[in-house]
Structure formats: structure tokens, C-alpha cells
């Protein structure tokens, strides 16, 4: 079983930045070879799917509704996942969470799968 924790979550400014985390000390993504991602949803509305990436081979895809705004990345220890969040917008305020593997993730859509954590608040002010 994988249990993932995020964090980083919080209150920021519309233009501010934050950087959430995600982990399981005991699972190594890449020696799994799962595919991780993040979703987010917000109060009233359906799940999101918004980023993910499979550490083997370091391809990433994004909601249009992110990109070029956040990133997803890995640590050197390979059982962290980052999400850089950039020019954050009131529309980003939602529960955040990781999940792995994934159901889907490719340029059509991200889909989380069997294992989510339980999530941070991210709060964009205006």
C-alpha cells in the first residue's frame, strides 16, 4: 500500500507562488515505475486532474488550465514529488492532492488512480 502525504499548502496572494509536495518514504516512484500525478478540486466542483509525469523517462503533461504556470517534478531521492505553482489565480483555490499510479496521463487526459493522499488547502486571495 502507498500512503501519500501531502504539503505546502496555504494562503497566498493572486501572482504568488507555492511549492506542494507529496511523499511516501517508503515508495520510490521510479523503481515502480508510476506514473504520479496531482488533481485538485474545488467546493461544487468535479475532480481535476492537472498534472502528471512518469519518472522513468521525465515526459510531464498538463491541464490547459495550468500549463506554463505550474510544474511537476521529482527529488533526487525519487520518493518526492513537487508541484511548483507560479502567477497563482483565485481559480486555483482547492483542495490539492497526489496520486498514484495513474489511470491516465497523456495530453487527452489525467486521471488519477488507486492511491491518493489527502490533500492541502491551496487559497488564492485576490
Known amino acids: 500500500e502507498v500512503l501519500l502525504v501531502e504539503s505546502g499548502g496555504g494562503l497566498v496572494q493572486a501572482g504568488g507562488s507555492l511549492r506542494l509536495s507529496c511523499a511516501d518514504p517508503?515508495?520510490?516512484?521510479?523503481?515502480?515505475?508510476?506514473?504520479i500525478g496531482w488533481f485538485r478540486q474545488a467546493p461544487g466542483k468535479e475532480p481535476e486532474g492537472i498534472a502528471c509525469?512518469?519518472?522513468?523517462?521525465?515526459?510531464?503533461y498538463y491541464a490547459e488550465s495550468v500549463k506554463g504556470r505550474f510544474t511537476i517534478s521529482s527529488g533526487s531521492a525519487k520518493n518526492t514529488v513537487y508541484l511548483q505553482m507560479n502567477r497563482l489565480k483565485p481559480e486555483d483555490t482547492a483542495v490539492y492532492h497526489c496520486?498514484?499510479?495513474?489511470?491516465?496521463?497523456?495530453?487527452?487526459?489525467?486521471?488519477?488512480?488507486?492511491?491518493w493522499g489527502k490533500g492541502v488547502q491551496v487559497t488564492v486571495s485576490t
Open positions: 496520486a498514484t499510479p495513474m489511470d491516465e496521463c497523456s495530453v487527452y487526459a489525467i486521471s488519477p488512480g488507486r492511491y
Open positions: 517508503r515508495f520510490f516512484f521510479d523503481e515502480a515505475d508510476y506514473v
Open positions: 509525469f512518469s519518472p522513468s523517462d521525465g515526459i510531464a
